[in-house]
């Protein structure tokens, strides 16, 4: 299965974010998640550059959302998809 394939599925999936330097830039990635349709709740760790996601939106259309926000975005090595 391809990763970006990858649903939340009602649980939570991790996002490694890239390019965010301030407390802004953690709520314009926090905005733009919980905007994506399917999202329930998106918290941003701007010292750790990971997002945690739950609901079940895609990593595709989560990292589509981050990247068009002007940051990087990936699954986190520690991702694990709801069943």
Request: glycine fraction near 14%; include cysteine.
């Amino acid at each position: 299965m391809n990763p970006q394939d990858t649903r939340a599925a009602g649980g939570t999936m991790r996002l490694a974010i890239s390019g965010m330097t301030c407390g802004g830039c953690a709520n314009t990635v926090t905005r733009v998640l919980t905007r994506v349709p399917g999202v329930d709740r998106a918290e941003v760790d701007l010292a750790g550059a990971v997002a945690t996601v739950t609901g079940s939106a895609s990593a595709a259309d989560l990292i589509g959302a981050v990247e068009a926000a002007g940051f990087g975005g990936r699954l986190a090595e520690s991702a694990t998809p709801a069943p």
